[in-house]
């Protein structure tokens, strides 16, 4: 299992950019699938982008083009850039990773998570 801290996180207006970090900790990060979701308030958690150990990468449509999930395994770090930021992108940002797949159900490491706010 790993443990997972989020950082990066604050407060942007229309159109600006943030990067969300995630480092982690324990054995054979490379190997995990890694992932963030997002939840705002009211609503449910959704998944935002994954990173595969292998570099391959999958988005969201609300966030495709606009978001960049990227890892660095000598580091143990994950990011998320974040550009052309929209008010309805406010949400706690979650770092998550699985030793299961890419499923958006196999993620059952999470962090505590990080949160974003962009102003109109």
């Known amino acids: 299992q790993v443990q997972l801290v989020e950082s990066g996180g604050g407060l942007v207006q229309f159109g600006g950019s943030l990067r969300l970090s995630c480092a982690a900790s324990?054995?054979?990060?490379?190997?995990?699938?890694m992932a963030w979701f997002r939840q705002a308030p009211g609503k449910e958690r959704e998944f935002v982008a994954i990173i595969n150990w292998n570099g391959s990468t999958y988005y969201s449509a609300s966030v495709k083009g606009r978001f960049t999930i990227s890892r660095d395994n000598t580091k143990n770090m994950v990011y998320l850039q974040m550009n052309s930021l929209k008010p309805e992108d406010t949400a706690l940002y979650y770092c998550?990773?699985?030793?299961?797949?890419?499923?958006?159900?196999?993620?059952?490491?999470w962090g505590r998570g990080t949160q974003v706010t962009v102003s109109s």
């Open positions: 324990g054995r054979a990060f490379s190997t995990y699938a």
């Open positions: 998550a990773a699985s030793d299961r797949g890419v499923g958006v159900t196999s993620f059952g490491s």
